[in-house]
């Protein structure tokens, strides 16, 4: 796998291509990503299509939107990390279980925590987990 800068979550995803969703953290983070690249777990474009569809019920998105912020994630350097989940199910469901977060989030913060990668998530139940279990955040 390639070297890359930071791991980054569905929340900061949607931050670069909704403009309302835009934080500090969104734009450091896209800086990084531009710059070295990102790594994210395999369900990362799941969730970044079900927030944009979600957006798009909601009339704060049109499907001309969608697609062209799918096109615009499609340009950035972002890796699949290929770890099966079973190879690392107990870990991922532990961190859930002691930090209180979804398996999703979970895997998020297990791979900072295995590649040692700054984490970027506007989250901020995984945020504190992220912090408590000693992982690196990404700030503004």
Known sequence: MATVGLVVDAS???G???ASQRTDVTRRAQDVVIADGALVPQHFRLEVGSALIVLERR???NS??????LDDLDSLSIA???TAFAENERRIIALARSHRLSVYDA??????LRTDLPLATRDTALAAAAAAAGATLLTA
């Open 12 to 14: 900061v995803a949607i």
């Open 16 to 18: 670069w291509l909704v």
């Open 59 to 61: 009339g704060r998105l």
């Open 64 to 69: 001309t939107d969608v697609d062209l912020s």
């Open 80 to 82: 699949i990390d290929d």
């Open 107 to 112: 895997l998020y913060l297990e791979l900072a």
